[in-house]
């Protein structure tokens, strides 16, 4: 839980509970916290704690609730750390439009927002009602979509995600910004997004480091433990990593944002760091084990398109079916479905027409369905077959992958295999 203090300044390392409480609740309440696991007594408090939260608040601080990230308060540092870090987190993640977000503990509801004017189904799921009221109301108040036409696609849940079955195979990705050190089970509810996630479903964790012990951050988080009751317990990095794995999460990566404006002094660049705020983040990404991306809902379509040069007819008869043997690779991050039976987002490979020259004439040659799915990497072959133009002359003819519905593979970048036929 926040006000206006900046999210890394607020974490409180299970090393030093037990210190902690004997300042808060004496020494007695201290003999609790020796182990790590916090019982069914104690956790219900921080969780009523972190449902009460808001009405805790002086005014301005809930006022603020609303407003966040935007600060009137001349707290621009704040305020310019959370476009970093937004920005950040759209850029490794690097979902497609529409893509499912879930926002765990998502408080008042800015992250949900941005999420959703970027073009995502966001659904944000946080334990206090009151929070959820917030993040509503600044949701309803926005008149404008990702597109014309359009509404934000975002929704909330009252719940607690630690005991809520958040459904499986929903989530393209699943977020927890400043979030993950309020629960009582991290564990738990790790298990619960792995499950929500779709496969090859990404998680982005941001949290604070633990504090140095008798360091004023700690005697600032002793304070706000005091003051709000939630829990705050935060990871070392290898602890963090530890739980992840513990779940199943794979391809962990740890980052470290470091954001900047430079100095230009002619063609040179001079970096300086010296009013720049000192990195306090455990940032991972990882994944639920699997792919993500298949193309129902693609990320990168690129193919490479193989044929025997010698099996192209140098000349064929009008209106003749040609026959050609082709192999094809996935190049992409892609999983090519093959099922023709769907009415879109199924691969063919299809048939664009040219003129001599090599100006568009048609694309409604036919298409080949691939015999199977096709995972990124692996090759697959098949028969091509297509009918010759009726009218004699020199075409130019260029064979591609077709995401039916969705795109051809050259509009994505990839490149088709062209060739040229004599049709007498």
């Known amino acids: 839980m926040y006000a206006r203090y900046l999210t890394s300044l607020r974490r409180i390392p299970k090393l030093i509970i037990k210190r902690l409480t004997i300042q808060i609740r004496t020494k007695k309440g201290a003999e609790k916290y020796k182990t790590a696991v916090i019982d069914k007594k104690e956790a219900k408090k921080y969780k009523t704690a972190a449902i009460n939260y808001p ?3 002086e005014p301005w601080s809930n006022y603020y609730l609303f407003i966040k990230p935007f600060d009137n308060a001349g707290h621009k540092d704040y305020s310019a750390l959370f476009f970093y870090h937004f920005a950040n987190i759209i850029k490794i993640l690097e979902l497609p439009q529409k893509a499912k977000i879930l926002d765990v503990a998502c408080g008042p509801g800015w992250l949900c927002e941005f999420l959703g004017r970027s073009g995502y189904d966001v659904t944000g799921i946080d334990i206090s009602p009151d929070m959820i009221n917030i993040a509503k109301e600044r949701i309803q108040a926005i008149k404008f979509g990702p597109q014309k036409g359009h509404s934000l696609q975002i929704k909330f849940l009252v719940e607690d995600a630690e005991n809520t079955d958040l459904g499986s195979e929903l989530y393209h990705a699943a977020i927890f910004y400043d979030a993950l050190h309020h629960f009582t089970e991290p564990l738990a509810i ?8 779709k496969s090859g479903g990404k998680l982005y964790i941001q949290e604070g480091i633990k504090p140095a012990p008798g ?24 602890e963090l990593f530890g739980i992840l794995k513990k779940v199943g999460f794979v391809n962990l990566q740890a980052y470290e ?6 100095k230009r002094e002619g063609r040179k660049i001079e970096p300086s760091l010296r009013n720049s705020m000192v990195p306090m983040t455990n940032t991972v990404v990882a994944r639920k084990p699997g792919n993500l991306y298949d193309s129902q809902f693609p990320h990168q379509l690129k193919a490479r398109i193989s044929i025997d040069k010698e099996s192209i007819p140098q000349i064929v008869l009008a209106g003749a079916v040609l026959q050609l043997e ?19 987002g199924f ?5 664009k027409l040219l003129d001599e020259r090599r100006q568009f004439l048609s694309d409604a040659l036919e298409r080949s369905n691939l015999p199977h799915n096709v995972s990124p990497g692996q090759t697959v072959a ?19 992958l077709v995401d039916e519905q969705i795109a051809w593979f050259e509009d994505e970048g990839s490149q088709p295999l062209i060739f040229s036929i004599q049709v007498r």
């Open 55 to 57: 009405k805790r608040l």
């Open 190 to 197: 790790l298990e619960r997004v792995l499950a929500s996630l």
């Open 215 to 238: 360091s004023e951050l700690e005697q600032h988080l002793i304070k706000e433990m005091n003051q709000f009751g939630t829990l705050e317990k935060p990871f070392d990095q290898s």
């Open 257 to 262: 944002a470091v954001n900047l404006i430079v």
């Open 326 to 344: 082709v192999s094809l690779k996935n190049e992409g991050d892609t999983l090519w479905l093959s099922d023709p039976n769907s009415t879109t």
């Open 347 to 351: 691969v063919t490979i299809g048939t």
């Open 382 to 400: 098949l028969t091509h077959r297509f009918t010759a133009p009726t009218k004699p002359g020199l075409y130019w003819i260029k064979l591609d």
